[in-house]
């Protein structure tokens, strides 16, 4: 499961980035046959728009306890 997925559900509080400037920030990659793509943060932020899912799994150390080590 993403870390992001479950930082947003910790507290319902959470929401997506409304930054304009970082969302429309824009990373260059190459795919394997060397042609180049401008991806830009708002394009990636929604996993179903770019084709997966992540599948539902408990997360056993969410409500786990720190101990002290001495």
Request: proline share 1%; hydrophobic share 40%.
């Amino acid at each position: 499961m993403c870390m992001c997925f479950i930082w947003k559900m910790l507290e319902r509080k959470k929401s997506d980035i409304k930054d304009s400037d970082l969302l429309e920030s824009r990373f260059v990659f190459y795919y394997e046959n060397k042609n180049r793509v401008r991806v830009k943060v708002k394009d990636c932020l929604d996993t179903k728009k770019l084709g997966y899912v992540y599948q539902n799994v408990d997360v056993l150390w969410l409500e786990a306890k720190p101990t002290l080590l001495l």
